[in-house]
């Protein structure tokens, strides 16, 4: 839950959640031709609201009609920490439901009669979607996402600075490093320190970390084993959390525990001149398949093109991923605000792997990168 303390941080959530999210997800919805949007705990109601309620079985659903109020529906035991989030501020109403009341009911009352398209989001848990299929047989179902993502997708300046904000706290840890990462020690020795630093460095949660040394590099996600680094081995670090403003970061960078071999070097040198070209390359219009053969080409030119084994990147805010997904395929043109990750990756089976991942955000007029740490290869004491 975000805790606002004084004026100035309520300014800032104010910012963050603006109380105009509703009515533009309403008039959004309204042009899809949907007569009301349903949405519950996840990033969705966190976007809309500022409300970072919990996933629990008792329903909690926003409800946005399009021709009438929306009202939030909560237990009644949840009501209290709803009223004290930013959606106390929005002007809404707060249902509570007691222990014998049908939810599904209520959300079914505070809708208008005859209602025959409503879009539910995209992280509803089954249960509830059957029930509410149930509540409103009459009403067709799809996707709120096909109207909330483009919203989400362009940041407004206040989630760009705290994307930025929680771009500078994973780098502080990156550039830590050196303290943890040492021949001898495991990778989960390693990640256990990196984990409780992402904390430290301003983050309310850690979400992930990712250490894979010497072959074990060579498998982009990775799972922390009690393999001991060796001297001179590459070793991927990919970490990020969440922020108590609710925003993520995500970085990756390669170091080596020692001088690495050379045939590692070359391959770094390739992956380095990729994402430095894809980087330079963000621009509004340039499209999301464009932007991954920028880096696509130069590896595959180089002969790793069948070492570049995923998308290029990921969008990034409210969820580590989401819209847009910077991949082969996709011709989203990029706009001004769209934030997302630029990390291409080479990866040798049995051998070693290198990614080098910057969170970027589109400007008017080219793009900023939101991760300052250094690029080049860290060659670590070994």
């Known amino acids: 839950m975000i805790v606002v303390t004084d004026s100035q941080g309520a300014r800032a959530i104010a910012n963050l959640y603006p109380a105009d999210r509703i009515e533009t997800a309403r008039q959004a ?14 990033a969705d109601l966190r976007y809309l609201t500022g409300y970072h309620a919990l996933p629990l079985e008792r329903l909690t659903a926003l409800v946005v009609p399009v021709e009438a109020d929306p009202v939030l529906i909560v237990p009644a035991l949840e009501k209290p920490a709803a009223a004290a989030s930013p959606v106390g501020g929005l002007g809404i109403e707060i249902l509570g439901w007691a222990e014998t009341d049908d939810p599904y009911a209520l959300v079914a009352e505070r809708l208008p009669a005859g209602v025959k398209r409503i879009a539910i989001d995209d992280h509803m848990w089954a249960e509830k979607v059957l029930a509410l299929r149930a509540a409103l047989p009459q009403a067709e179902q799809s996707l709120a996402g096909e109207v909330l993502r483009p919203l989400r997708a362009r940041k407004s300046p206040a989630e760009v600075e705290a994307l930025r904000r929680a771009g500078a706290a994973i780098d502080r840890v990156h550039r830590r490093m050196g303290e943890w990462l040492r021949p001898g020690r495991t990778e989960r020795e390693v990640a256990r320190d990196i984990a409780d630093a992402i904390v430290e460095a301003g983050h309310a949660t850690c979400d992930f970390v990712i250490v894979g040394a010497g072959p074990n590099s060579a498998s982009p996600h990775h799972e922390v084993s009690d393999r001991p680094i060796r001297p001179g081995e590459p070793v991927v670090v990919d970490i990020g959390g969440t922020t108590h403003d609710g925003y993520c970061s995500d970085s990756t960078r390669t170091y080596a525990a020692g001088e690495p071999h050379d045939d590692f070097r070359e391959l770094y040198a390739v992956l380095q001149r990729a994402q430095q070209a894809q980087t330079e390359a963000v621009r509004p219009g340039i499209t999301a398949q464009e932007l991954d053969a920028v880096g696509r080409d130069i590896i595959e030119d180089a002969g790793y093109g069948d070492h570049f084994i995923h998308r290029t990147g990921h969008g990034i805010g409210l969820e580590t991923h989401e819209e847009p997904y910077i991949v082969a395929g996709s011709e989203v043109p990029l706009e001004p605000g769209m934030a997302f990750s630029i990390e291409p990756g080479i990866y040798l ?34």
């Open 349 to 382: 089976p049995g051998r070693f792997g290198a990614r080098i991942e910057d969170i970027a955000v589109c400007t008017e007029d080219g793009g900023e990168r939101l991760n300052l740490t250094g690029r080049d290869l860290v060659v670590l004491p070994g």
């Open 29 to 42: 919805a309204a042009a899809a031709g949907l007569d009301a949007l349903l949405v519950s705990p996840g």
